[in-house]
């Protein structure tokens, strides 16, 4: 059984992280061919990771997170991929397409990733969860020599989320023989016991608001080939994949020391794509640290949680929805306001202020995270 549920996480991550890699590496350069301003590509961008901050708040109070609701997001997610193919020309109604998928895409991902942390060891889970990181990089590489219509991106979009659906109905087996989280406690779940560390990973999501939706059009403003871009999307990813397999001795060490390192690297990363865009040589060392500010720094943040709440699935849900929504969210909405030569330098000082909120967290609850060591 053991082996089978890691098939059918493997194949989930896969294929999930495909979806998310059109979205993000595709389609800000497909609305931008379609006429969108630079403003509404940064509000297109924010209204997916809004509704992932929404979402859990409403799983807090009226819904739980089960198979029904898992199958449903990703019947929906479907839906919605196929709404954007009719809606695209037109702003308001993409924007509301984009909405319902942010709602239902935001479901299915911790419903998983609970499934995965209680089935193998969080140094164990790196080596599952590649296997997404290579699903992202694999359609990368692949639609950026192939790419040709800014129509054929919203295809593979729809093809890509109708196999994550089939594949994913396998995850719910094994629910019931792994996990034993339930709703009934819900109610108890507080944001406000570890408020610094909210603060902290929601100002680290926004810091990478300009990377995720206008890194393509940085880097070809900048000169460089959209086949070209996709490879330093792609060295990004092969770094994160070495990161995920290798990681597990880090795992064993202080996870919040391990957060405030991947914070820092993450602020000279970006210190780096505003000092020197137009090199190749040194865009490719700035790639080469996502190993650290997303690999590294997912694994010990979803870890670190994982172990300081008991409500381990709508914890994974606040966690996507404060940092990949809300973050996510006025990330976007800030790099739309922002794009320029200046955009890095900004994002570098709100990754510092992201990191200043972990010394606050580490100082608060100096007595309580003394055994909180894996």
Same mark, same amino acid.
């Given at each position: ?16 992280? !495909? ?6 590496? @595709?389609l800000?350069?497909?609305l ?8 509404q ?11 992932? @901050?929404? =979402? ?7 819904? =739980? ?5 898992? +199958? ?14 009719i809606?695209i ?31 193998? &060891? ?9 296997f997404? &990181?290579?699903?992202?990089m ?17 295809y593979?979009?729809?093809?890509? *989320?109708?196999i994550?659906?089939? @594949?994913? =109905? ?14 009934k406690?819900?109610?108890a ?7 610094w560390?909210?603060? %902290? ?7 990478f /608001? ?8 940085y ?10 871009v996709?490879w330093?999307? %792609? ?8 990161m ?17 390192? !991947? ?12 000092? =020197?865009?137009? &090199? ?9 640290l996502?190993?650290?500010?997303? *690999? ?10 994982f172990?300081?709440y008991?409500?381990?699935r709508?914890a994974?849900?606040f966690? +996507?929805?404060? !940092?990949? /929504?809300?973050?996510?969210a006025?990330?976007? +909405? ?5 794009? /320029?030569? &200046?955009?890095?330098?900004?994002? !570098? ?23 909180l060591?894996?």
């Open positions: 059984m053991v082996l089978r549920m890691k098939i059918s996480l493997v194949l989930f991550y896969f294929f999930y992280f !495909a979806i998310v890699g059109v979205y993000v590496i @595709f800000p350069t497909v931008a061919d379609f006429g969108y301003t630079k403003a590509i940064g509000i297109i961008f924010a209204a997916a990771p809004f509704m992932r @901050f929404l =979402t859990p708040f409403l799983f807090k109070r009226f819904i =739980t997170l089960d198979h029904v609701a898992f +199958l449903v997001s990703l019947i929906v997610t479907l839906a919605s991929t196929i709404l954007f193919l809606t020309e037109k702003f308001w109604l993409y924007l509301a397409s984009n909405l319902i998928f942010g709602a239902v895409i935001g479901i299915s991902l911790p419903y998983v990733e609970t499934i995965a942390l209680y089935a193998v &060891s969080k140094e164990q889970y790196g080596k599952i969860r590649l997404g &990181s290579i699903g992202f694999g359609i990368a590489l692949w639609l950026g020599k192939v790419l040709e219509t800014p129509n054929e991106a919203l593979y979009l729809i093809f890509l *989320a109708c994550t659906a089939l @594949f994913g =109905t396998s995850v719910v087996y094994f629910d019931r023989h792994i996990t034993t989280d339930t709703a406690n819900n109610h779940f507080a944001l406000r016991s570890f408020p560390f909210w603060v %902290s990973i929601f100002l680290m999501q926004v810091g /608001g300009g990377f995720y939706n206008f890194f393509t059009i880097e070809v403003a900048h000169g460089f080939s959209l086949e070209t996709s330093m999307w %792609s060295f990004g990813v092969i770094c994160e994949i070495v995920l397999y290798l990681q597990g001795p880090l795992l064993r060490q202080n996870l919040l020391l391990v957060l405030k390192i !991947a914070t820092f690297a993450t602020s000279v990363r970006w210190i780096l794509l505003y000092l =020197t865009p137009d &090199s190749i040589y040194m865009v490719f060392v700035s790639q080469s996502h190993a650290i500010s997303f *690999a590294l720094y997912h694994t010990a943040a979803i870890s670190y949680i172990m300081i008991p409500q381990k709508l994974q849900q966690f +996507l929805g404060i !940092a990949f /929504g809300l973050g996510g006025i990330g976007a +909405l800030l790099a739309g306001q922002i794009y /320029g030569e &200046s955009m890095f330098l900004i994002e !570098a000082g709100i990754t510092l202020l992201s990191l200043a909120a972990l010394f606050a967290h580490t100082y608060k609850n100096q007595h309580d995270t003394r055994g060591r894996p």
